[in-house]
């Protein structure tokens, strides 16, 4: 029952959270424009894509303490699940993509499913067996829509059209990314490397979605923190990784593998 409303809960927030180009349209100025675009930036490439993705689903880095509940928190704001729905469901993804049992596979679930719907997917617990024991990302998912009650509410009070700018339309950006990643990046596109699934890499995804469009490339090595496998893959979420790996070496580290 409390899984059913979960799933429900984030389907009518993203919902809502697709509506918001109305109002972007109709009232927002170009600083409401630039601080979405903006929050867009910190929430999918430091978020979903350094964190969610490439630390604690496949621990191909590590990171500074700061950076791992940083990346978490602005993973979360981007209202696209917890950290441990999302990593238990991409873990899954990988041990089975592109077959039957794959949780987002458009070549069996379909485009739509899969790249609106995808909020029905059923985590499995057995994927983030460690995830579940800390105690960070266990409140996290346990009180997940009450922190985005609170952060809904506090920008309504601050400005109702900051609740638009800073919350909801970078809310649907990424959701619309990183779901074009789950489809189009196993239907369109070129392949580097002959994997066993459907993986392709889609350029411009590469460029919107701070590197996750070398998808190919990571289904070729996806324990590899950097997707880009030529000199013009450019992916910035790998460049800005080693840049911290480089500033902070083997020190004040934690391993990612939880």
Same mark, same amino acid.
């Given at each position: 029952m409390k899984e059913n409303y979960f799933k429900w809960a984030l389907f009518f927030s993203q919902v809502i959270a697709h509506l918001?180009?109305? *109002?972007?349209?109709?009232?927002?100025?170009?600083?409401? =424009?630039?601080?979405?675009? #903006? $929050?867009? #930036?910190?929430? @999918?490439? #430091?978020?979903?894509?350094?964190?969610?993705?490439?630390?604690?689903?496949? %621990?191909? =880095?590590? %990171? *500074?303490? =700061?950076?791992?509940?940083?990346?978490?928190? %602005?993973?979360?704001? @981007?209202? &696209?699940?917890? &950290?441990?729905? =999302? $990593? %238990?469901i991409h873990r899954e993804h990988h041990v089975h993509t592109d077959d039957e049992d794959d949780p987002h596979s458009p070549a069996y679930k379909g485009f739509f499913r899969v790249q609106w719907l995808s909020m029905f997917d059923k985590p499995n617990p057995r994927y983030v067996v460690k995830l579940i024991r800390n105690k960070f990302h266990l409140f996290i998912h346990k009180y997940y829509f009450l922190i985005h009650i609170a952060i809904a509410t506090t920008w309504f009070i601050i400005d109702p059209m900051l609740l638009v700018a800073a919350y909801l339309f970078p809310a649907m950006i990424l959701w619309n990314a990183g779901s074009f990643i789950n489809t189009l990046s196993h239907m369109i596109g070129y392949r580097n490397h002959e994997t066993s699934d459907n993986s392709t890499n889609v350029p411009v995804l590469g460029i919107l979605m701070w590197g996750e469009g070398w998808h190919n490339n990571h289904h070729a090595n996806p324990n590899n923190s950097s997707f880009q496998h030529k000199w013009w893959e450019f992916d910035m979420g790998g460049w800005f990784i080693k840049r911290l790996e480089e500033k902070n070496g083997k020190n004040h580290t934690i391993q990612s593998s939880i």
């Open positions: 918001s180009i109305i *109002p972007m349209i109709m009232y927002g100025s170009l600083h409401h =424009w630039l601080i979405g675009f #903006f $929050v867009y #930036f910190i929430t @999918g490439c #430091f978020g979903m894509t350094m964190t969610y993705h490439r630390l604690l689903s496949h %621990a191909s =880095w590590k %990171a *500074p303490k =700061w950076f791992h509940y940083f990346g978490s928190l %602005a993973g979360t704001y @981007g209202l &696209t699940g917890s &950290t441990i729905g =999302w $990593v %238990a």
